[in-house]
């Protein structure tokens, strides 16, 4: 019987022990750019996995990634300080849920202050392939919805 009690608790140890392995094999995948290896360690935006958005252009579960410190990215109302400095990456992990594994992410990059895309297809042997696509692109066009926000999206969830 006590063994039955730790079962729960071993099964728990085992999915969190995976979900690091998962972002740390994310980031290890060949064909990703060295600028956004270490994503995972990044500033997560949203606190539980995005659900919520089954209309949008990405309408699969992500979580959302910047490569900014809190004090950086938020102003003193709690707030983004904008607009977000030249070099801002923001990454969104496309999650296939039924794999445990991030199987699409888009990148947005702040160049001049521009924001140029990309987004990194997972191929069946793990690794990236890439799909540079500027800043005049399909996926500008979406942002424009959100120029108040200096084209994000996806808002800072306090913690």
Same mark, same amino acid.
């Given at each position: 019987?006590?063994?039955?009690?730790?079962?729960?608790?071993?099964?728990?140890?085992?999915?969190?022990?995976?979900?690091?392995?998962?972002?740390?094999?994310?980031?290890?995948? +060949?064909?990703?750019? !060295?600028?956004?290896?270490?994503?995972?360690?990044?500033? @997560? /935006?949203?606190? =539980? %996995?995005?659900?919520?958005?089954?209309?949008?252009?990405?309408?699969?579960?992500?979580?959302?990634?910047?490569?900014?410190?809190?004090?950086?990215?938020?102003?003193?109302?709690?707030?983004?300080?904008?607009?977000? +400095?030249?070099?801002? !990456?923001?990454?969104?992990?496309?999650?296939?849920?039924? @794999? /445990?594994?991030? =199987? %699409?992410?888009?990148?947005?990059?702040?160049?001049?202050?521009?924001?140029?895309?990309?987004?990194?297809?997972?191929?069946?042997?793990?690794?990236?392939?890439?799909?540079?696509?500027?800043?005049?692109?399909?996926?500008?066009?979406?942002?424009?919805?959100?120029?108040?926000?200096?084209?994000?999206?996806t808002p800072f969830e306090r913690r």
């Amino acid at each position: 019987m006590p063994l039955l009690r730790l079962v729960p608790r071993f099964i728990l140890v085992a999915v969190l022990a995976c979900s690091n392995v998962l972002g740390i094999a994310v980031a290890l995948a +060949p064909g990703l750019p !060295v600028s956004i290896t270490d994503y995972p360690k990044w500033t @997560r /935006l949203n606190i =539980d %996995r995005v659900t919520a958005n089954p209309t949008g252009a990405h309408p699969q579960s992500k979580d959302v990634y910047v490569n900014l410190d809190v004090a950086v990215l938020l102003d003193d109302g709690g707030g983004y300080a904008l607009p977000f +400095p030249d070099g801002t !990456v923001l990454v969104k992990e496309r999650n296939d849920v039924s @794999r /445990l594994l991030a =199987d %699409r992410l888009y990148v947005m990059e702040k160049q001049g202050a521009r924001w140029e895309y990309a987004f990194y297809d997972r191929q069946a042997d793990g690794s990236f392939s890439a799909s540079e696509l500027g800043a005049d692109n399909f996926c500008h066009g979406c942002h424009t919805g959100a120029r108040a926000t200096d084209f994000v999206f996806t808002p800072f969830e306090r913690r």
